[in-house]
C-alpha cells in the first residue's frame, strides 16, 4: 500500500486593496496627530544600509 499523499494548509486570503489602503490611511492620521512627520525621499533612494553596491569584490570567481 502507498501513502497518501498530505495536503498543504491553505493559505489565508490576502484582504482586500481598498482594507488595506483604508488601514494605512488610518496609521498615517494616527500617526501625524501625534507628532510624527512624513520625510520627502528622492526617488531611487533607499532607508537601507550598504547593499549590493557596497560590498567588495576581489576580482576572483
Known amino acids: 500500500m502507498s501513502a497518501k499523499p498530505q495536503?498543504?494548509?491553505?493559505k489565508k486570503k490576502q484582504p482586500a486593496a481598498?482594507?488595506?489602503s483604508a488601514?494605512?490611511?488610518e496609521q498615517t492620521a494616527a500617526f501625524l496627530a501625534s507628532?510624527?512627520?512624513i520625510e520627502q525621499?528622492?526617488?531611487?533612494i533607499?532607508?537601507?544600509?550598504?547593499?549590493?553596491?557596497?560590498r567588495t569584490t576581489t576580482g576572483k570567481k
Open 18 to 20: 481598498v482594507e488595506t
Open 35 to 37: 507628532g510624527g512627520k
Open 7 to 10: 495536503r498543504a494548509a491553505a
Open 41 to 44: 525621499v528622492q526617488s531611487g
Open 23 to 25: 488601514s494605512i490611511e
Open 46 to 54: 533607499s532607508g537601507q544600509q550598504g547593499g549590493y553596491y557596497s
